[in-house]
Each structure stands twice: as structure tokens, then as C-alpha cells.
């Protein structure tokens, strides 16, 4: 019997937490899986430990494994691969699927413009700072210049800035910074995160403080939104097309 298992990352703040576990099972009925469970990589419940064992204690002889991150960054090339080998030893041939993160795809962009014109009117001189989570992997910033490359090509602004919270420069604070010393009469602050959490938290903080003569607006989290909610069952299609991960007993 298969199971879709969908691992999220995790916040200390419960109602971010809670955002993801109502994101997926909004996305559920869009994938036909008997079993479909959800864990936390880390700072919430259940771990991902407790998930594969649900699966299992349910029936599942299967697994899919489904990272529901952004990007591909350490924690889906290391630190979830790292977990589920580990919860993998109590269970003895059962075969584990393992598939990838949202990653960039141009419709995610259209999400980011929607969450701006929900702010205010976008003027054609606006001025937008994307701001990613940050990591140390190198594909991070990589990937978030493709982000901007996308997003520039369908917005057609021309002042679009990049800023990371963590493990990335430049610092979210310091590009912030930047963007405002130009004085543009709009700026807009778009969080490139699904959920709200510690992140959002800060980026509030920091909005409020910022001096510039124009108007900043701090636009809402990516969310719960259909088109993403396509893109993962998109993701648990593929990756139930992938080989079984085999890990050593």
C-alpha cells in the first residue's frame, strides 16, 4: 500500500506549523494515495521519524517522501535523506520514494505579483526586494537569481533587489537598506517563504524601522494558493515515478 509522506520544515511558531499542515491537506485530494501523512523536519510535530512509523502502523509497504520546500538547499539534498535513513533502519523492506522541492517554476512568480497588487497598485517605477530564507549551499543563490530573472521578465520592473534572512549575502537588513537609500516612491518587500514564522517576524521588525521618502509595503508570505498547491502534486506524481531509495538495514 502506498503513502505519501510530506515534510515540511518546521518553526517554532505554531500557527506556522499549522499553515503548512492546512496547505497539504488542501492539496490531498489532488493525489490518489490511500495513506497521506504529514511531519516536521525540525521545531515541530510529528518529526519525521513518527511519520514514516504512522505510515507503516497504517499499512504502507510504499513511501513517498516528499520534501514541501522552496528550494533545494542542504535540507533536502542532506538533512531529510539523513532522517528518513535513519527511521528507514526499524523498517526492513519498505521501499522509500524520495522526491524534490517545489524549486523554481515561473507560475510561483505569478503568486509573488498577486501578493503585491494585494498591497497596493504596482507603479511601473516600483522598486521590489525578494527576500529568500538563505543557505549555505550555493545552489540557493542560484536558483533565487533565476527567481529574479523570472520575475523581472514578468513584471518588467527593472529595480528588483535580492535579500537573505540567514547564511546568505546580502543580508535582508542591509539590501533593505539599499533599496530604500534610492527613495523610490514605492518599495515593495516580497517574502519568497511559504509560511509565516520567526522570518516574517524580523522582516516586520524591520520594515517598520526603514527610513525612505516613499511607500514600503511589506506584502504577504506566499501561503496557501492553488497554483502551488498544483506544482506539489505535480511533485508527488513525479516522484512516485522515481526509483526506491535503498538504504542499509
Do not use: W
Not at 523554481?104 to 497596493?120: P, Y
Request: proline share 6%.
Amino acid at each position: 500500500m502506498k503513502a505519501i509522506l510530506y515534510i515540511c520544515h518546521g518553526t517554532r511558531i505554531k500557527e506556522g506549523a499549522q499553515q503548512a499542515a492546512d496547505f497539504i491537506r488542501e492539496t490531498m485530494p489532488l493525489i490518489d494515495a490511500p495513506i497521506q501523512e504529514i511531519c516536521y523536519l525540525e521545531l515541530s510535530k510529528p518529526s519525521i521519524e513518527e511519520g514514516l512509523k504512522t505510515c507503516v502502523e497504517k499499512g504502507a509497504t510504499e513511501v513517498v517522501a516528499i520534501p514541501f520546500l522552496l528550494l533545494t538547499a542542504g535540507h533536502a539534498k542532506k538533512d531529510i535523506p539523513e532522517e528518513l535513513a535513519n527511521a528507514a533502519q526499524h523498517y526492513p523492506g519498505l521501499l522509500i520514494r524520495y522526491g524534490r522541492p517545489l524549486g523554481v517554476h515561473d507560475h510561483i512568480v505569478e503568486v509573488l505579483v498577486e501578493r503585491m497588487q494585494k498591497a497596493a497598485p504596482i507603479h511601473s517605477d516600483a522598486a521590489v526586494l525578494l527576500v529568500g530564507r538563505g543557505s549555505s549551499d550555493p545552489a540557493t543563490k542560484e536558483d533565487f537569481a533565476e527567481i529574479r530573472h523570472l520575475f523581472k521578465e514578468k513584471t518588467k520592473l527593472s529595480n528588483v533587489y535580492l535579500g537573505y534572512m540567514a547564511a546568505c549575502e546580502p543580508a535582508f537588513e542591509d539590501a533593505l537598506r539599499q533599496a530604500a537609500a534610492e527613495n523610490p516612491k514605492q518599495l515593495f518587500v516580497v517574502p519568497y517563504l511559504l509560511f509565516t514564522g520567526v522570518l516574517t517576524k524580523q522582516m516586520q521588525r524591520a520594515v517598520k524601522k526603514v527610513e525612505t521618502a516613499g511607500e514600503v509595503y511589506l506584502c504577504q508570505h506566499l501561503g496557501y494558493d492553488p497554483i502551488i498547491s498544483q506544482i506539489l502534486a505535480e511533485r508527488v506524481k513525479e516522484a512516485c515515478l522515481e526509483e526506491p531509495i535503498c538504504f542499509p538495514s
